[in-house]
């Protein structure tokens, strides 16, 4: 078990000597270090297993601070900053030297995010570096969205959870950057394309590179639970394994878990921003559950629907 507590100042002096500290954003919990010191971002990748191809997100607490790691001169970045940070965006930007090749896996733009939590603000505030954190959850696994999730998967990889509760977004950033002019989403996430386009014009989808991503978030199988998950019709995928003990994802009017049924309900009253908020504490305890299989259904194609359609999809086992 890693200390856990609301400690600022505990938090700030072990990140200053290049230790890790799991972070709350209204997103995810991320897995925070010093994204200037090498060794340091080195331990992320090595308590996650993350392969070095699998950049990380730089974060800041004011886009004044943000000047000295990137450039943020393109007119429709610089609305979307202005509108949603701190928020659950995050930006593509050209990096300047003082961010470490590492942090970038060779790149030469930096994703950068301001987050929208009241701890994590404070503490970025009273650093003198930025902090590379990706999700606070073994690579591959579901992320995690309130600090138990850390402590049962990587308790003893950090020196300090700070704890700031649930996520109360609950999906990770939406990732955004510009090539040739084009306003460009590699990872759908917490801030919907909704209202992305109303801010920035039309933006186009470049997710699923499936090799050499531009974001892993957009590797195929990713957010995946280790016990085989099936999306399709509920009905029909209810019928079809009838006898086999399943633990039920779902949205709308609650159902009973029988013995060999664990319902699982993500919003019932079907509201996507809810469902968001449940899904990665659902799956987690679909995963614990016990039982043989994991069904669940898409969510309308709306809004944070798009996301969360987008992590069933990864989390759901290919035959
Ligand atoms: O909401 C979030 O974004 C959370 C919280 C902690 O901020 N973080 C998060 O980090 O989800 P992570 O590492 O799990 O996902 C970050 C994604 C990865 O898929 C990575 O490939 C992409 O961002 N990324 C990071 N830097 C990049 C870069 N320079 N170019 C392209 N993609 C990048
Ligand atoms: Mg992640």
């Given amino acids: ?38 060794t340091a971002v080195l331990a992320i990748f090595a308590a996650k297993n993350r392969p070095f191809f699998d950049p ?34 995050t930006l593509l930007l050209p990096k300047t030297e003082l961010i470490p090749d590492l942090v970038t896996s060779g790149l030469n733009q930096v994703a950068i995010r301001i987050p929208n939590h009241p701890l994590t603000l404070r503490l970025l505030q009273s650093l003198p570096f930025p902090l590379a954190a990706p999700s606070a959850n073994p690579f591959g696994y579901v992320s995690p969205t309130q600090s138990s999730h850390v402590n049962d998967q990587l308790g003893k990889q950090v020196a300090y959870i700070l704890e ?15 090539e040739d002019q084009t306003l460009c989403i590699y990872r759908l996430g917490g801030l919907a394309i909704e209202d992305i386009e109303n801010v ?22 990713h957010y995946a ?15 079809t394994y009838a006898k086999v003990p399943k633990a039920v994802l779902y949205m709308g009017p609650s159902r009973t878990s029988e013995p060999n049924t664990l319902f699982l309900n993500l919003s019932e009253s079907s509201n996507l921003n809810e469902a968001a908020i449940q899904l990665f504490k659902l799956l ?24 969360i359609n987008d992590r069933l999809r990864r989390a759901a086992t290919r035959e």
């Fill in 56 to 89: 990380l997100i730089v974060h800041t607490h004011n886009i004044e601070s943000l000047y000295r790691y990137a450039v943020l001169s393109d007119e429709r970045l610089r609305l979307l900053a202005q509108h949603f940070w701190p928020g659950p965006l």
């Fill in 164 to 178: 700031g509760g649930p996520s109360t977004v609950g999906l990770e950033s939406t990732i955004v950057g510009m």
């Fill in 200 to 221: 920035a014009g039309p933006a186009e989808l470049r997710l699923n590179q499936s090799s050499n991503p531009k974001a892993p978030g957009q590797l195929k199988s």
């Fill in 1 to 38: 078990m890693a200390e856990t507590g609301k400690n600022i100042e505990e938090a700030a002096r072990l990140l200053s000597q290049g230790q890790l500290v799991a972070i709350p954003t209204e997103t995810v919990y991320g897995l925070a270090a010093n994204a200037l010191d090498e």
């Fill in 284 to 307: 987690r305890m679909a995963d614990n559950s016990g039982m043989e299989l994991v069904l669940c259904e898409e969510v309308p194609e709306i809004g944070l629907g798009r996301a």
């Fill in 225 to 239: 639970p280790k016990t085989k998950l099936l999306l399709g019709p509920l009905n029909a995928l209810l019928q």
